[in-house]
């Protein structure tokens, strides 16, 4: 058996989200949020051969060259993985994410229905945000799941590196473009979309303002944009997407997403008193009166606004994560650990 195959196997029969491997240094997996260290080591020559098995020729002599990697690949009959290889204090390190062999059901992973409406829409910006490792990319694989199986669409998904792989459906087709592979980037590719006759077009991250402006364009000229952003909240999303223009450009940056946003969907992941995790979210559906507030710099009010939206579908992260402490799925200590605003948390106990 080959040294990939036996450690993503190991970590799959373990429940592990990611392996970390260090040239000469334990083997470490994370379980439900935890790191667990091994006491297995894996040694140079071990890595030489994992290197060569996962990792391309020309791609070994980037990694070697700038000492940074990132690419997925499949591995039949266990996993698809995303392997992020880097240099640390002079040693060869490898964190490795294992993919789900399938793309997620929409319907299991506990998203609100009010988000999933949002796959009827034909036009808009839909973002998923949270920190590192919060499942962004799963839920909006099953965002997109959705609209293949419910939608008759064109979709065109822009990613580095591609992490589920989809397949046409009877309804629908997607094509899905890797960046540095079949193109040179995401702003690239996004002008290219334009010209492609997408109905959907998933950027796998906004990372610049180039990508960021263009995303908001085909949102205005009629194409569902799908998006990424390693924010906390949806009020600092809104922030964070205004404050990348430049100053004398943010008045018009501001209008543009008051009309052009659709959602946004905050997440994060809980570790449930059984041990496993559980999905807690914050969920922002653009009303008239979200788009005023953009409009009017009055960002910091979106908070109130999620709080008593909820004939809109709309909640705050401590709203659903209090909803969760009520039913027993997750501790209040793990609550508040998880919360942005933790003093909105209980207050129908401190009252």
Known sequence: MTISRELVGFALKNGASDIHLEE??????????????????????????LITEIIP??????????????TSIGLDGLSRIRINAYIANTKRCMTIRILPDHVPEWQSLGLPQPFIDLTKKHRGLVLCTGPTGSGKSTTLAAFIHCILE???????????????????SKFSIIHQREVKRDTQSFATALRAALREDPD???????????TIQLAITAAETGHLVLGTLHTSSAAKTVERIVDVFPAEQQEQARLQVSTSLAGILSQTLCKTTDGKRRLAYELLI????????????????????????????MNTLEQCLQKLVEKGYISQDEAIGKASNSKALFVTEQQ
């Open 286 to 313: 653009n009303t008239p009166a979200i788009g005023n507030l953009i409009r009017e710099r009055k960002v910091s009010q979106i908070y109130s606004q999620l709080q008593t939206g909820s004939k809109d579908g």
């Open 24 to 49: 000469g240094g334990p083997i470490a997996i994370r379980v439900n949020s935890d790191i667990r260290i091994l006491e297995n080591k894996l040694m140079a020559a071990d890595m030489d051969r």
């Open 57 to 70: 020729e020309d791609k070994i002599e980037d990694y070697n060259l700038c000492g940074d990697l990132d």
């Open 150 to 168: 419910t939608q008759k669409r064109h979709i065109l998904t822009i990613e580095d590196p591609i992490e589920f792989e989809f397949s046409h």
């Open 200 to 210: 959907v077009i998933y950027i796998g991250e906004m990372r610049d303002l180039e």
